[in-house]
């Protein structure tokens, strides 16, 4: 099992979280970040032996990248293909190399369930670098669609998040939808089989989670 988790999203907790994740998957500006946090989280990560992601979103800072905007798929296609060679640009710069693509938010739901969305985002992810391995939701479109590209995938699942019974993500906007208690954390890890589990870096109690987490192997 390895751990990935959401950073470079100005919350002020990365260097703390970096001993205990495997992967980061850090914001390209278009959610949150800039080029100065970046090149910060990069730098962390290469200090720490932590695997670089690029975690492109809907261009939506308001909302943090969670409200999904109605867009094709040459403008989804463009839209993740240039965060990538952002951030890509910036770990060449530092001496490292980007490993994997995880989308943010609603772009990652939508690719879930969105079969077009899906495929191009694994299609922008493939253009950028082939070796690139896209996260995406456990047996979701997005797995499907880089498959099908011929990427690597990780099929990912949730620590910190509530399930509904078809396998989605709770909605954050009902009660109990993210976890508060460790337990329930390190239930959900017995119950379900993944590639990689993610812990979002936002959370109050994220760095308390990858501690125990980091613990339980």
Known sequence: MTLNCDLGEG?????????YIDEANIAC????????????TVALCIRNGVKIGAHPSYLDRENFGR???????????????????????????????LNHVKPHG???????KNPEVAKAIAKAVKDVDTSLILFGLKNSHSISAGKAEGLKT???????????SDG??????????????????????EKIKADTWCIHGDGPHALAFAKALKAKR
């Open 168 to 189: 989605t993500l709770t909605p954050r906007s009902q009660p109990g939808a993210c976890f508060t208690e460790i337990q329930d954390v390190l239930d959900q890890v």
């Open 106 to 112: 609603a772009l990652y739901n939508t690719s879930a």
């Open 11 to 19: 919350i002020g907790n990365d260097a703390e979280l970096m001993p």
């Open 67 to 97: 409200k999904e905007i109605e867009m094709s798929p040459e403008e989804i296609y463009l839209l993740v293909k240039k965060q990538i060679e952002i951030l890509n640009q910036i770990v060449k710069t530092a001496g490292g190399n």
């Open 154 to 164: 990780a099929e990912e699942a949730f620590a910190d998040r509530r399930y509904e």
């Open 29 to 40: 500006g278009f959610h949150a970040g800039d080029a100065f946090t970046m090149r910060e």
